[in-house]
């Protein structure tokens, strides 16, 4: 959400009326990196022990399997807690390999890609 004293930096104006946004914009400048900040304060206590996060890429990791619903339990409360939403259409469960930016993850690895530049 944006700050109330915010609203008026992303306000425009049609025939009918003005109108403000009240969530954030990704067009605006600064805003990735300003999400970014957010998540790694939110997500803090997890980073690196249960969870990775890179902008909007989060992958919730556990070192053995009977932990992984009590992984998953514990990451989804912390949006809840700051009542942000989650897109169902972009998340995948119990899948057995993946891309997140810069790596491939197996069940039984985390592999550097290549760099493209």
């Keep these: 959400m944006l ?7 992303v306000s425009f104006i049609t025939s009918d009326d003005t109108f403000c946004y009240i969530a954030m914009l990704f067009e605006l400048k600064n805003t990735g990196a300003t999400y970014q900040r957010l998540v790694d ?4 206590p997890n980073l690196g022990r249960n969870m990775e ?13 009977h932990y992984h619903v009590g992984d998953l339990d514990e990451t989804f409360a912390v949006p809840k807690k700051y009542r ?3 897109n169902p259409g972009k998340c995948a ?7 997140f930016p810069g790596f491939m993850v197996t069940l039984s690895r985390l592999t550097q890609t290549k760099s493209t530049s």
């Design 53 to 65: 996060v890179y902008v909007d890429d989060m992958l919730v990791k556990s070192k053995e399997a």
């Design 84 to 86: 942000l939403k989650l």
């Design 93 to 99: 469960f119990g899948v057995n390999r993946g891309h």
């Design 3 to 9: 700050a109330p004293k915010d609203h008026k930096r």
């Design 41 to 44: 304060k939110i997500f803090r």
